[in-house]
């Protein structure tokens, strides 16, 4: 009987939603499906607060949102939920580390849980996109408790951009990041640690959502705990205040736990004042953004797409841009390889600059 009361109680929260929304949404389903995801199969690879709300529309003031908008009103809420369980994990104490590759690439209880939070509640409104995540989990039912349907109420409120307005279910591609920077949230480095999901469509990175749950960590008991970027090219990103380095000043961000001579090499050619080393491809764009460092250099494979997905979306949103070493653009259709084997190279501003500075035997020694 219990199990009956559940069920008409989703389908009953369910029609409810369509009402509002003005569009059917597709059953709930919890069982995860070998077809649904795309694992990652290479070996040895890896300002107002928005208002979140399960009811995302006034059907009456408002027309139905996109496509894209209700995907990214939905991975608002969803990178929310998944912050809540990075910060229940480590509060239990248990983080169930193990190890992937080796001992700079970690996996631990909360990748595992975040990553099955994301994939099954974006699968849950959007089957037909494609979802990548980065953990090789199989398939298994998903505890309700980790299903989140809400809708972020001010992203639907946006307009979507001409150029997306006519997109496609199925012609999207999801890069999901459960937990960005799994080294540092072991050793307590929380403030480096992100939810990365991001969205592609034409092989592009379009639009972005980074949630940092440890945000203001350190601020005291008074302070909001977490918070969550986001951004859609031809919108604009929110969550945060766009900063720039001062003029004249050259401030690299680096990897902090893969370092090599290649990567010290290229740094040190590129002459900077200052060298920061962080953990997390989310948290390095973000102190491009917030104008901490002028430049985001990585002399060697190893960032992943969806390490780098998001990220992107919300960097080219503001006006910065991000390319491999050689100056070539990612591409995120669901067939590309995961890894960006010839390294990151990105700037909120002066792109140029760093770009003609890459010295021709690092570029020589990093194949696309």
């Known amino acids: 009987m219990a199990n ?5 109680s989703i389908r009953w929260s369910i029609m409810k939603t369509e009402l509002l929304l003005g569009f059917p949404l597709p059953l709930p389903r919890v069982q995860l499906q070998e077809t649904t995801f795309l694992w990652r199969q290479e070996e040895n690879t890896r300002t107002v607060t928005p208002r979140r709300t399960s009811q995302s529309l006034d ?91 809400g809708y972020c109420e001010e992203i639907l409120k946006k307009s979507c951009p001409a150029q997306y307005t006519g997109i496609k279910e199925e012609e999207l591609v999801i890069w999901v990041d459960p937990l960005d920077g ?9 403030d480096h640690v992100t939810v990365l999901i991001g969205i592609a469509y034409g092989g592009k990175a379009i639009a972005g959502v980074i949630n940092q749950p440890y945000y203001n960590y350190e601020a005291g008991a008074d302070a909001v705990l977490g918070r969550t970027i986001w951004g859609v090219l031809g919108i604009g990103a929110f969550g945060f205040q766009l900063t720039e380095v001062p003029a004249g000043k050259h401030i690299i961000v680096t990897t902090r736990s893969h370092g090599s001579t290649l990567v010290n090499d290229c740094i040190s050619a590129l002459n900077p004042d200052s060298v920061i080393r962080v953990g997390g491809a989310g948290n390095k764009i973000i ?8 430049a985001y250099v990585f002399a060697s494979p190893g960032c992943k797409k969806w390490d780098t997905c998001a990220p992107e979306a919300i960097l080219h949103a503001v006006g910065g841009k991000i390319t491999d070493i050689h100056g070539n653009s990612f591409q995120y259709n669901k067939e590309v390889k995961h890894m960006n084997s010839a ?13 003609s500075r890459i010295p021709n035997t690092v570029k020589q020694s990093l194949v696309p």
């Open 4 to 8: 009956v009361r559940v069920s008409i």
């Open 59 to 149: 059907a009456f003031s408002m027309a139905s949102p996109t496509l894209l908008m209700r995907v990214v009103a939905s991975a608002y809420s969803v990178a929310e939920k998944a912050a809540t369980i990075v910060r229940k994990v480590m509060a239990g104490g248990d983080l169930g580390i193990v190890e992937k590759s080796g001992a700079n690439d970690l996996q631990t209880k909360a990748d595992r849980l975040v990553q099955m939070s994301i994939c099954a509640s974006l699968t849950r409104k959007f089957p037909k996109a494609t979802i990548i995540g980065e953990e090789e989990l199989p398939p298994e039912e998903v505890n309700e408790e980790l299903i989140e349907d």
């Open 182 to 190: 799994t080294k540092e949230y072991t050793e307590g480095l929380l």
């Open 287 to 294: 102190q491009l953004i917030e104008g901490k460092a002028s």
């Open 343 to 355: 390294g990151v190279l990105a700037t909120l501003r002066n792109y140029d600059y760093y770009a």
